[in-house]
């Protein structure tokens, strides 16, 4: 107490006396040098916190009782509030009916321990019993070793990119936004060192993602470059890995509902990277929680409520030696619904209340049932257990709800407008009454409490009127802007949660604007997109005209669109072009002009251009000057669109254009666009003689531009590039780019960069006749885009299928897909030609003669697109197995600009050799010796430098065909020698349909 010491000068009106300083003041001379003891009354406050040593009862000067004392000794290691609630006296909550998915979870963890890993995920409702289970489960590994890592995902940060990482690695080693940088550095060293980890690649990674200082032996890492978030996945789970090699790990992630989409990445990635390590993976979440894993090591284990004989032990459990009155236990089972929760939460509020009285080993009522006040709602029992609280608990508990289910005592001082000694009296009552447990680490502003369940934190939020609810809200805003700079950095979004709570709106789309650009600049794209998406509504939402809704809107909107374009998200397209309209709408030229680049650029990755991005850039012409870098770049993509859509004429002159403007104004950007628009098939003629090398330094000149850009457009230029060597048969080129391609694509790991390289490694594989690796990748390229709202990937993928099948002689088993992608893309000329050679190979000669006539009579009219020389090849083979001479004429007119080429589908689908092996063939046709011999040595000696060897096989077996037609003496000796290659070719690469046709040709020799 606080009272007059002394009299007269030596009066002191404010000194503290009574027993408790008394006590301090004699315990101090019971400690030893360098420790701390305490009494029985602090040890009860701090039980389960950390770990003490009886030293027993002491008598102390001036106490009148002796007094028991405890040395403490350290941390007791306790992790969640079932670990607190464990160390102490309190009870645990019992666990009943829960027998077979315990027995499930050891059985998965015996299975770790042998090296095979394991997932669980707990599914079920709130206050269903999820973590007791996991803490059953921990209390049944007692005496083993093992390592556990404990996640907690939480409901103001799920759009906080890795946060229950980051509060990992905060409450594990104290290290984060709280600690301090020198000494976090030397701690991060010392916790990555032990694990046998590449410090050089680890410790960059988790400095930048931790904000410490950079070690000076390392090279910083690049949060901003779109790699970053892939690496920190790489890193987080070589930790797992290396921590699994020393101990069994068991990995518990808690509340996965409300888990940030970075954070599900890197649980994904554990599950694909860590198959066979001593890891159990186990996640608790209620039932909107619907990953889609089909992982084999993966299994879903829904809890129950519990059934009436269940809730009526648990209560007993919890009532303990006494019985509590018939009616009231039936009154409690029947309201209980068999949440566990609301069964321990209501008995409790029962036996805390003033209805009954014990009697003997019994209780009894105070009074008629009528009496008992009992909440039929959870929600209503926990409001309950509120009121029960005195005011000044309750209102502690109210303004820590605001901040969040963990809440520091720094800022809920500042909220409170009390000190932190003030505080510790209410905050003790909350945790003996077990509405909060003292968190074990500190946190931003000092030591944390956490609500025990999230259901209880939102009972206390729900009981503040909206008025109260926002000046708290406010206050921590300003008290996190003011005070707290490293959650101005580090967690912007929570800022921006606390101003959108307390309806300051302009404050708000400001801090969700900054949490959006951190996110971008980490590559947590979808996390950019949610917290870009917030901003946009709350502009939207600001009173005033249109006007300035629309003008503080659309940069966000923007944002928004760059990051769904980083995430290869469809919706982008939909956002430039809304974007775009606002623009116009409201007089905006240089933002309707950047929308418009953009939208032509997600065309370019996303779909195909379309005549939409056309209107948009020939409407932007009459936007930019004359003479500006602004319609340097409208030019080049609207060449690009042209070229794309058909209007080639037009597009040829525009390309031209922007090529003068962009070498005038030495505009780098706009050159790459004009230089990857002239590979395009109908920019002008394809190459051919001298022509060829000058290719080759148009592709050499794209790459050294796109270096000086992101590496988004490095990946786009290697993919380009790359079949652009492949076109002029240069596969010392194409190999190169593709290992480079490869390595970008590994360091991203975007969906979008997986799909290209898979399917380069498909279009490898089927040159060099490896047809299972190559059915492997496409089917992984396929599998990359699931889930994209984007249908390009199924096109490629059934070509590359087709080809692969065809030259199995499996052809039947695609039959059904080609004929279904003639049904849905009627004006597609690639997939016609393809059913054509699915018939002649099966021999239906009437359906091949019929099909090929209709196109013949419509002159063969193909555009001038990516799939021409593709279609050509595909006559060529009908028209050759027909034996129409008449119109192998016209095909080989058509064919004959690419006879220096391979036929190549860009940008990662298909190759399928040399033209000239098709022109030799339609040669043949014809009759035409002279001519189909020199096509065929020319086929031969370029498919021999691509190493293209099922082609190499398949121009052997025509040219030897085409010999034993022409009949001369020396033939049949050349003939035989070019079919024996292609046999043994036939047979070593499983080429079973070239197998049969070359067994028909011995029969005809």
């Known amino acids: 107490m606080v009272g007059e010491v002394g009299a007269g000068a030596t009066r002191d009106q404010d000194a503290i006396t009574g027993e408790t300083p008394n006590i301090a003041n004699r315990l101090q001379g019971e400690a030893a040098s360098d420790t701390m003891v305490i009494g029985e009354v602090t040890r009860k406050l701090v039980d389960g916190l950390f770990e003490f040593e009886d030293l027993g009862p002491r008598r102390l000067k001036g106490v009148s009782h002796p007094i028991c004392i405890y040395r403490v000794v350290g941390d007791s290691g306790a992790v969640d509030r079932f670990s607190l609630r464990a160390r102490t006296r309190r009870s645990m909550t019992p666990?009943?009916?829960?027998?077979?998915?315990?027995?499930?979870?050891?059985?998965?963890?015996?299975?770790?321990?042998?090296?095979?890993?394991?997932?669980?995920?707990?599914?079920?409702?709130?206050?269903?019993?999820?973590?007791?289970?996991?803490?059953a489960l921990r209390d049944s590994l007692r005496g083993e070793t093992y390592k556990l890592a404990p996640f907690f995902c939480m409901s103001h940060h799920v759009t906080s990119a890795f946060w229950p990482v980051l509060d990992w690695f905060r409450r594990t080693w104290r290290l984060g936004p709280s600690s301090r940088p020198q000494a976090d550095a030397g701690v991060l060293g010392r916790i990555i060192g032990p694990l046998n980890l590449d410090m050089a690649e680890t410790m960059p990674i988790l400095e930048a993602f931790l904000d410490l200082p950079g070690d000076e032996r390392y090279r910083p890492a690049d949060t901003?470059?779109?790699?970053?978030?892939?690496?920190?996945?790489?890193?987080?789970?070589?930790?797992?890995?290396?921590?699994?090699?020393?101990?069994?790990?068991?990995?518990?992630?808690?509340?996965?509902?409300?888990?940030?989409?970075?954070?599900?990445?890197?649980?994904?990635?554990?599950?694909?990277?860590?198959?066979?390590?001593?890891?159990?993976?186990?996640?608790?979440?209620?039932?909107?929680?619907?990953?889609?894993?089909?992982?084999?090591?993966?299994?879903?284990?829904?809890?129950?409520?519990?059934?009436?004989?269940?809730?009526?032990?648990?209560?007993?459990?919890?009532?303990?030696?006494?019985?509590?009155?018939?009616?009231?236990?039936?009154?409690?089972?029947?309201?209980t619904d068999g949440i566990p929760l609301f069964v321990e939460e209501l008995t409790k509020a029962v036996l805390e209340g003033d209805v009954l009285r014990e009697s003997g080993n019994a209780y009894e009522l105070v009074g008629s049932m009528q009496s008992i006040a009992i909440p039929d709602t959870l929600q209503g029992s926990l409001m309950a257990r509120l009121d029960h609280l005195d005011a000044e608990a309750r209102d502690v508990a109210q303004i820590g709800a605001t901040i969040g289910r963990e809440f520091s005592t720094g800022l809920l001082a500042r909220l409170a407008d009390r000190s932190e000694e003030e505080l510790a009296a209410p905050l003790a009552r909350l945790v003996a009454s077990e509405i909060v447990v003292p968190a074990m680490v500190e946190s931003f502003a000092g030591a944390s409490h956490v609500f025990r369940h999230a259901l209880i934190q939102e009972a206390a939020y729900q009981s503040l009127l909206l008025?109260?609810?926002?000046?708290?809200?406010?206050?921590?805003?300003?008290?996190?802007?003011?005070?707290?700079?490293?959650?101005?950095?580090?967690?912007?979004?929570?800022?921006?949660?606390?101003?959108?709570?307390?309806?300051?709106?302009?404050?708000?789309?400001?801090?969700?604007?900054?949490?959006?650009?951190?996110?971008?600049?980490?590559?947590?794209?979808?996390?950019?997109?949610?917290?870009?998406?917030?901003?946009?509504?709350?502009?939207?939402?600001?009173?005033?005209?249109d006007r300035g809704r629309y003008r503080?809107?659309?940069?966000?909107?923007?944002?928004?669109?760059?990051?769904?374009?980083?995430?290869?998200?469809?919706?982008?397209?939909?956002?430039?072009?809304?974007?775009?309209?606002?623009?116009?709408?409201?007089?905006?030229?240089?933002?309707?002009v950047a929308a418009a680049l953009r939208y032509a650029d997600s065309e370019v990755y996303l779909s195909v251009p379309s005549q939409t991005s056309v209107a948009l850039l020939d409407e932007m012409l009459a936007v930019v000057g004359e003479d500006t870098a602004d319609r340097c770049q409208v030019l080049s993509r609207l060449a690009k669109a042209l070229l794309s859509t058909g209007e080639t004429e037009r597009g040829r002159d525009v390309l031209q254009q922007a090529r003068v403007m962009a070498k005038r104004l030495n505009d780098r950007r706009s050159l790459y666009e004009v230089l990857v628009s002239d590979l395009m098939p109908n920019a002008g003629p394809p190459p051919c003689g001298a022509g060829v090398e000058e290719r080759r330094r148009t592709l050499t000149l794209i790459w050294e531009i796109a270096?000086?850009?992101?590496?988004?457009?490095?990946?786009?230029?290697?993919?380009?590039?790359?079949?652009?060597?492949?076109?002029?048969?240069?596969?010392?080129?194409?190999?190169?780019?593709?290992?480079?391609?490869?390595?970008?694509?590994?360091?991203?790991?975007?969906?979008?960069?997986?799909?290209?390289?898979?399917?380069?490694?498909?279009?490898?594989?089927?040159?060099?006749?490896?047809?299972?690796?190559?059915e492997r990748s496409s089917l992984d390229a396929l599998n990359a885009l699931n889930g994209h709202d984007v249908d390009f990937p199924l096109g490629i993928h059934g070509m590359q299928m087709f080809t692969i099948r065809r030259e199995q002689g499996r052809l039947a088993e695609v039959a059904p897909l080609v004929k279904r992608f003639v049904r849905e893309n009627p004006d597609s000329a690639v997939w016609r030609p393809g059913l054509m050679l699915i018939a002649s190979d099966l021999g239906f000669e009437a359906q091949v003669r019929r099909m090929f006539d209709a196109m013949a009579e419509a002159g063969f009219a193909l555009p001038l697109d990516s799939k021409r020389t593709v279609t050509l090849a595909y006559l060529a083979e009908v028209c050759a197995w027909l034996g129409d001479d008449r119109r192998a004429a016209e095909i080989h007119e058509l064919l004959l600009p690419y006879r220096d080429l391979a036929v190549v589908v860009p940008i990662h689908a298909l190759c399928c050799g040399a033209a000239a092996r098709y022109l030799g063939m339609l040669s043949a046709t014809m009759k035409d010796w002279p001519a189909a011999e020199?096509?065929?040595?020319?086929?031969?000696?370029?498919?021999?430098?691509?190493?293209?060897?099922?082609?190499?096989?398949?121009?052997?077996?025509?040219?030897?065909?085409?010999?034993?037609?022409?009949?001369?003496?020396?033939?049949?000796?050349?003939?035989?020698?070019?079919?024996?290659?292609?046999?043994?070719?036939?047979?070593?690469?499983?080429?079973?349909?070239?197998?049969q046709r070359l067994v028909g040709t011995v029969a005809l020799a």
């Open 95 to 135: 666990l009943v009916g829960r027998e077979a998915e315990l027995d499930m979870l050891r059985r998965r963890w015996h299975q770790v321990r042998d090296g095979e890993m394991r997932s669980v995920l707990l599914v079920g409702e709130a206050g269903i019993g999820k973590s007791r289970l996991l803490r």
């Open 224 to 335: 901003a470059a779109p790699s970053f978030r892939r690496q920190l996945i790489d890193v987080l789970v070589k930790m797992m890995a290396a921590m699994a090699r020393r101990y069994p790990l068991l990995l518990v992630v808690e509340d996965a509902h409300w888990i940030d989409p970075s954070t599900l990445e890197f649980l994904r990635q554990v599950q694909e990277q860590l198959p066979a390590a001593r890891v159990m993976l186990l996640i608790t979440g209620r039932p909107t929680f619907r990953p889609d894993w089909t992982y084999p090591q993966f299994v879903q284990i829904n809890l129950d409520r519990l059934s009436r004989r269940e809730r009526t032990v648990m209560v007993e459990r919890l009532v303990g030696n006494r019985v509590l009155p018939e009616a009231v236990l039936d009154e409690i089972v029947t309201k």
């Open 467 to 545: 008025a109260r609810r926002r000046q708290y809200h406010a206050a921590a805003a300003e008290a996190l802007e003011a005070h707290f700079p490293e959650v101005a950095t580090m967690q912007p979004e929570t800022i921006a949660q606390h101003w959108t709570s307390a309806n300051r709106l302009d404050d708000a789309i400001d801090w969700w604007q900054r949490a959006g650009e951190r996110a971008m600049g980490r590559s947590a794209y979808q996390e950019a997109c949610a917290h870009f998406q917030r901003g946009v509504e709350l502009a939207e939402r600001q009173p005033g005209d």
């Open 552 to 592: 503080r809107a659309l940069p966000l909107l923007m944002a928004r669109g760059d990051a769904e374009f980083r995430a290869a998200s469809s919706p982008a397209q939909a956002t430039y072009l809304e974007c775009a309209s606002l623009a116009r709408q409201e007089n905006l030229p240089t933002l309707m």
């Open 707 to 774: 270096q000086e850009f992101e590496s988004i457009l490095k990946l786009e230029a290697l993919t380009r590039i790359s079949a652009g060597f492949l076109e002029i048969a240069d596969v010392d080129g194409f190999e190169r780019t593709l290992r480079m391609e490869r390595e970008i694509a590994q360091t991203t790991r975007a969906s979008f960069d997986k799909w290209l390289i898979a399917n380069g490694e498909a279009m490898h594989g089927i040159i060099q006749g490896a047809f299972a690796e190559a």
């Open 934 to 995: 020199q096509y065929f040595e020319a086929a031969l000696a370029t498919e021999e430098r691509m190493k293209a060897w099922p082609w190499l096989a398949h121009t052997r077996h025509e040219y030897a065909a085409m010999l034993l037609a022409r009949g001369r003496p020396q033939d049949k000796v050349r003939a035989a020698e070019l079919r024996d290659m292609s046999l043994a070719a036939a047979d070593r690469l499983g080429m079973g349909r070239l197998r």
